[in-house]
């Protein structure tokens, strides 16, 4: 089978690192498996055209089997209400195709420093899920500003989106070994109940969700609390699933316990779409320089496949998956060639073939 993905290169460092995820991927699965189908979008696309998600973009991306894109957003391209044009390309995918989970792998590799010294490679292995279409992003472009005197935003929660994400977060935890500090398969609810109806109705449905899963734990953590644990024990972790701005934010503080941004691949998908994409920014200071590490970006492909293999019973796709994420693994392990923000000097294209030579 051949599967059409939609590429969207984006703004930055975006093309660098998604032709760098296309030419591994090229190489783990031959050039005839996937038909790579570029596509404008971004804030640089908005300067020029007037548009963040062109039409066409959109269109492709409703029909395609997946979408892989770089990184999107350009500093001082903002709307006239202050918000970012380029984060636009992300949350108008989100809502469109409705990608309501927002999988954020959180995994300490070989030959990575992490801050927290006493875990090492194999003890940070948890997933963090964040709802990813309402909580306080519903509000996103309908936030109500008084006479410039009193500006609101809205946290919304609804039984449909919250059941969803819970579901999808049990399910996941029944598909892995559980946290490394005890292999129990686990689910950490993050949310503060203890202040906000909204957050309480969101624990509600998480436990009322949890009835059907006996095999698989449910443990509850507050948002403010959790970020010490994350520190603290991060090896009790399998699966935190979030609301979507604590998702946003508890992500990135996963990522920079192993190894930074440049490490964080993301996969948000809903029922019908999947769209892979590293969880970092589009750096633009570094942007055409072939100095970005392109790690996030090939580790979200290697998620692309694996989301596909899974959906399509496509065995090869999912060594593939295999291979690339093994080949990644190899090439930090060995210090084949280290990204800077790994602390070495690779380039994004001498990492970029140091992966494809381990594939081969
Ligand atoms: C993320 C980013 C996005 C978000 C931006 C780019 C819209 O921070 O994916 O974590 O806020 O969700
Ligand atoms: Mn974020």
């Known amino acids: 089978m051949k599967y059409d993905i939609v590429t969207i290169d984006g703004d930055g460092i975006g093309p660098e690192v998604c032709q760098s995820a296309i030419q591994v991927l090229r190489e783990a699965c031959g050039s005839d498996r996937l038909n790579f189908m570029p596509f404008d979008g971004g804030a640089l696309h908005y300067q020029r055209s007037g548009q963040v998600l062109p039409e066409d973009t959109l269109t492709a991306c409703r029909s395609a089997h997946a979408m892989l894109h770089g990184a999107a957003g350009l500093p001082g391209v903002t709307y006239a209400d202050g918000t970012e044009v380029g984060n636009d390309l992300h949350l108008q995918l989100r809502f469109k195709l409705d990608l309501f989970a927002n999988v954020r792998p959180i995994r300490l590799y070989s030959g990575v420093k992490s801050p927290l010294a006493d875990f090492s490679a194999g003890q940070i292995d948890y997933v963090i899920v964040r709802e990813n279409t309402e909580g306080l992003y519903a509000s996103r472009g309908a936030g109500v500003n008084l006479r410039g005197e009193v500006v609101t935003d809205t946290l919304v929660m609804t039984r449909v989106g919250v ?7 049990f399910d996941l ?6 946290a490394p500090r005890d292999h129990q398969r686990r689910v950490t609810v993050c949310d503060k109940a203890n202040i906000l109806k909204s957050y309480a109705f969101f624990r509600a449905v998480c436990t009322e969700v949890a009835q059907s899963y006996a095999d698989v734990e449910i443990d509850y953590a507050y948002a403010d609390a959790i970020t010490v644990h994350m520190l603290k024990k991060p090896d009790f972790y399998d699966v935190i699933v979030a609301e979507n701005m604590f998702g946003d ?6 990522a920079g316990t192993v190894g930074g941004l440049g490490m964080a691949a993301s996969a948000e998908l809903g029922l019908q779409h999947g769209l892979f994409q590293g969880a970092h920014g589009s ?12 790690i996030a970006t090939i580790l979200s492909g290697a998620l692309m496949l694996r989301w596909l293999a899974d959906r399509h019973g496509d065995a090869m796709l999912q060594q593939a998956a295999d291979r690339v994420e093994g080949a990644v693994k190899a090439v930090l392990a060995h210090g084949d060639a280290m990204p800077g923000d790994q602390g070495g000097h690779a380039r994004c294209s001498e990492v970029t073939q140091a992966v494809c030579r381990r594939l081969r």
Do not use: C, N, T
């Not at 059941?163 to 977060?169: G, L, P, T, W």
């Not at 935890?173 to 559980?178: F, K, P, T």
């Not at 750096?283 to 392109?294: R, T």
């Open 173 to 178: 935890a029944r598909r892995r070994q559980g």
């Open 249 to 254: 934010i508890i992500s990135d503080l996963g």
């Open 283 to 294: 750096a633009p200071d570094i942007a055409g320089q072939d100095v970005a590490s392109p």
């Open 163 to 169: 059941e969803r994400i819970a579901k999808f977060s």
